[in-house]
Nanobody, 115 residues
């Protein structure tokens, strides 16, 4: 069993910055991918960014150049630095970890960007 504990998020004005953190605990396979997804009201959950345990990153087009994902393998933690936030970034952000044998989700944290 794996538990993902998210922190960060909150409210910010357009153009501002926020940081999200997610720490995984439990039985962690060293071969994994950690990611952040988001879900806005009335929309499907979408991948924002991901990073493998080897450090390979992926960014969705709508955040590339503004968001940065990073990983601390020793702590099994993933971070998302969000800059130049816009109202369209308002959503619940979810941490996710993928193993060869399965995957787990965090409980989600709200990010609200006002214009």
């Amino acid at each position: 069993q794996v538990h993902l504990a998210e922190s960060g998020g909150g409210s910010v004005q357009a153009g501002g910055s926020l940081g999200l953190s997610c720490a995984a605990s439990g039985t962690i396979n060293s071969n994994n991918r950690m990611a952040w997804y988001r879900q806005a009201p009335g929309k499907q959950r979408a991948l924002v960014a991901s990073i493998t345990s080897g450090g390979i990153t992926y960014y969705a087009d709508f955040v590339r150049g503004r968001f940065t994902i990073s990983l601390d393998n020793a702590k099994h933690a993933v971070y998302l630095q969000m800059n130049s936030l816009q109202p369209d970034d308002t959503a619940v952000y979810y941490c996710h970890i993928q193993f060869p044998a399965g995957n787990y989700w965090g409980q989600g944290t709200q990010v609200t960007v006002s214009s």
